[in-house]
């Protein structure tokens, strides 16, 4: 794993760098998640880039992408917010990617764990 490596595969360094990465990515898609319900797309687009960056920086690479694609909609939906219905496909594409990163975070998490578990 990328990640490993850029940690000098120091087992103690990554599980302590693992943790704090975790929170951060479990409060950006409590945020992601939390802006799209008040339709703050603005604020949509800069949980997605948090998200985004956390996760390439983790080696999390379909978190990363998922990420990425959520931000790049995010910003044509904050371009254009009174276009935005619940019926659009823009909406839907939204809720989706959303879900989506939830998701693929709670898989990672399970990987992260199962590899590293708390207190090794």
């Known amino acids: 794993m990328a990640f490993e490596q850029r940690c000098l595969n120091d087992g103690e360094l990554i599980r302590t760098i693992l943790e704090g990465s975790l929170k951060d990515l479990s409060g950006h898609i409590q945020k992601v998640r939390s ?14 880039h948090s998200l985004k960056g956390t996760s390439g920086t983790l080696s999390a690479l379909r978190l990363y992408e998922t990420a990425r694609d959520l931000e790049m909609n995010a910003r044509r939906a904050a371009e254009s917010p009174g276009e935005i219905t619940t019926e659009s496909p823009l909406a839907d594409t939204l809720d989706r990617l959303v879900s989506r990163a939830g998701r693929e975070f709670e898989e990672f998490r399970t990987l992260i764990d199962s590899f590293y578990p708390a207190g090794d």
Not at 35 to 48: F, I, M, Q, S
Request: glycine share 14%.
């Open 35 to 48: 802006n799209l319900e008040r339709k703050e797309y603005d604020g949509l687009v800069r949980g997605a």
